[in-house]
């Protein structure tokens, strides 16, 4: 609701979805070229925020980025359900996401968790991974 001049709440306004246009990244030559729209530009919104460690850089939204330091020397028992709710958390704060599941895990390595997980999006679906040391 927006305040009025005298007072009251006026509930005369409408929320309008901004354009989610932005610059595409290339990851492979490390370069920004041309523009991203609708499913690429979630794609590269989840991949950001999930390379964002949370609360380290004073530039971002204490809302943005996931949580992973926390989880080192932890033990796997609690790594992987807690790996997928830090995840889902983190991705939903982007309200192009719609919901974060089918969540598989794998140990490559010793102390390397890595989970695959599907992202429901107003535009579509996308297959994401993420690898973490634990």
């Known amino acids: 609701m927006i305040p009025s001049t005298n007072g009251f709440l006026r509930r005369d306004y ?24 609708g499913l690429e530009a979630v794609r590269q919104a989840a991949h ?3 390379m964002t460690e949370r609360y380290r850089y004073i530039m971002y939204s204490w809302n943005y980025g996931v ?3 926390g989880l080192f020397g932890q033990p796997l028992t609690y790594v992987c359900p807690e790996l997928k709710r830090r995840i889902t958390e983190a991705l939903l704060m982007d309200d192009r996401i719609r ?5 598989t895990f794998d140990f490559p390595g010793r102390g ?3 989970t695959a997980f599907t992202i429901h999006t107003i535009f579509g679906d996308i297959k ?3 690898e973490v040391e634990v």
């Not at 409408?14 to 729209?37: E, F, H, I, S």
């Not at 919901?99 to 969540?103: I, L, T």
Request: hydrophobic fraction near 35%.
């Open 14 to 37: 409408k929320n309008v979805r901004q354009p989610g246009l932005t610059w595409q990244m290339q990851a492979d030559d490390r370069c920004v070229r041309g523009y991203a729209d």
């Open 48 to 50: 950001k925020i999930l």
């Open 67 to 69: 949580e992973l330091e």
């Open 99 to 103: 919901s974060v599941n089918d969540f």
């Open 112 to 114: 390397v968790v890595h």
């Open 128 to 130: 994401a991974e993420k």
